[in-house]
C-alpha cells in the first residue's frame, strides 16, 4: 500500500511533501497560492484596458496634501526668518584658494606654532627618564 506518513522532528511539513509523490507536491505548493488568489483579485479594481504603466499611473501612490489648517498656519513661525542651511539654491560663501606665497606663510605659521608646541611640552615632561631594566629570570626551587 502507500506510505504512511508519522511526524516526527522538526518539520513535519516538509517530511509530508517528501513523502508524496512529485505530482502531489504541485498540488500541496500550489493550493495555498491558488486560495489565496480569489480574496486577493476580490479587493482590487478590475481595469484591464491600458498599459502597466497607465495602471502606476492611476494607482494614486502619492498622498493629495491637504491645505494647512488655520492654526497651523498661525503657529509657524514666517518663511523668511528661518535659519538654516538651504539643500538646494545658491551656493555658500567659500574661502578662495591660497596662492603659493600663502601657502608658505601658512607653512610657516604652522610649523611656529608645532616649535611652540614642542618646547611647552618638554616643560611637562619628567626630568629623567624611566630606564627599562632587564627582569632577572625566577629562581626555581633547588
Same mark, same amino acid.
Given at each position: 500500500?502507500? !506510505?504512511?506518513?508519522?511526524?516526527?522532528?522538526? &518539520?513535519?511539513?516538509?517530511?509530508?511533501? &517528501?513523502?508524496?509523490?512529485?505530482?502531489?507536491?504541485?498540488?500541496?505548493?500550489?493550493?495555498?497560492?491558488?486560495?489565496?488568489?480569489?480574496?486577493?483579485?476580490?479587493?482590487?479594481?478590475?481595469?484591464?484596458?491600458?498599459?502597466?504603466?497607465?495602471?502606476?499611473?492611476? $494607482?494614486?501612490?502619492?498622498?493629495?496634501?491637504?491645505?494647512? !489648517?488655520?492654526?497651523?498656519?498661525?503657529?509657524?513661525?514666517?518663511?523668511? *526668518?528661518?535659519?538654516?542651511?538651504?539643500? *538646494?539654491? $545658491?551656493?555658500?560663501?567659500?574661502?578662495?584658494?591660497?596662492?603659493?606665497?600663502?601657502? !608658505?606663510?601658512?607653512?610657516?605659521?604652522?610649523?611656529?606654532?608645532?616649535?611652540?608646541?614642542?618646547?611647552?611640552?618638554?616643560?611637562?615632561?619628567?626630568? !629623567?627618564?624611566?630606564?627599562?631594566?632587564? &627582569?632577572?629570570?625566577?629562581?626555581?626551587?633547588?
Amino acid at each position: 500500500m502507500g !506510505k504512511t506518513f508519522i511526524a516526527i522532528g522538526r &518539520r513535519p511539513l516538509v517530511a509530508l511533501v &517528501r513523502a508524496v509523490a512529485p505530482v502531489a507536491r504541485v498540488a500541496l505548493v500550489a493550493a495555498p497560492a491558488i486560495l489565496l488568489v480569489g480574496p486577493c483579485w476580490a479587493q482590487t479594481k478590475h481595469n484591464i484596458e491600458g498599459t502597466p504603466l497607465d495602471t502606476l499611473a492611476k $494607482s494614486h501612490l502619492t498622498a493629495d496634501v491637504p491645505e494647512a !489648517k488655520d492654526f497651523v498656519t498661525s503657529a509657524r513661525p514666517a518663511a523668511n *526668518t528661518l535659519d538654516y542651511t538651504p539643500l *538646494t539654491g $545658491s551656493e555658500p560663501v567659500r574661502p578662495k584658494p591660497r596662492d603659493p606665497s600663502g601657502v !608658505k606663510a601658512l607653512q610657516a605659521e604652522l610649523e611656529s606654532a608645532g616649535a611652540k608646541n614642542a618646547q611647552r611640552a618638554k616643560g611637562l615632561l619628567p626630568a !629623567k627618564r624611566a630606564v627599562l631594566t632587564k &627582569r632577572q629570570p625566577a629562581k626555581t626551587g633547588e
